[in-house]
């Protein structure tokens, strides 16, 4: 997976952030001011920076200055338009204004990666490859039919892979805000994905909430 840069001074949201991106696979090294990171950066290349805005040191946007050209994402506790245009301006990659789901956060490092080819376009698992270019499946080297909304549950287990996820969120993440089904929709899914993918034992069910797709990090 990838290699990211936390700048954060937070030290509670620096380490939630890393605790999360080394759960889904990424490499992480967190620093918590603008100097630091700066120096970091001399001595190592990253695929994606996670740059909080308001830092000691030296802010965001002059660490930014100094990236050469590094896959960012923006935090900040402000939100504030001259804020986001500034760091688009400058050639951002994303915005994320505090506080925000570790979700999100996890979902906009993946879109950013994807961009940039900094991450794998394939995942496997076991007997099961998944290849997110042309969004096919394969079991044993065989195409697996997934319906579209298999599918992109199947993405959504992947992405926040040794994560656990309510049903409540995987209704909001998959089908939507205003998906008027209930929660055994996503029951039904899930056994549909265990037996294609023969995943009975690596989705799990985790109790009282929802489920996790355990894979190797």
Known sequence: M????????EISINELVKRNLQLVGHRCTSVFDGKTAVSEMQCHTYDLMILDIMLPEL???EVFKKANGTPTIFLTARNSLPE?????????????????????????????LRRTQKTASCFEAGNVKIDFSSHQVFHNGQLVECTPKEYELLEVLVNNRNIALS?????????????????????????????KLGWEDRIKTVYKLGYRLEAGR
Not at 2 to 9: H, K
Not at 95 to 109: D, G, H, N, Q, S
């Open 167 to 195: 049903r409540e969120k995987l209704l909001e993440l998959v089908w939507g805000y205003d998906f008027e089904g209930d929660t055994r929709t996503v029951d039904v899914h899930i056994q549909k994905l265990r037996k």
């Open 2 to 9: 990838a290699s990211i840069l936390i700048v954060e001074d």
């Open 59 to 61: 802010d965001g946007f």
């Open 84 to 112: 986001r245009i500034k760091g688009f301006s400058m050639g951002a990659d994303d915005y994320l204004t505090k506080p925000f789901e570790m979700l999100e956060l996890l979902a906009r490092v993946e879109a950013v």
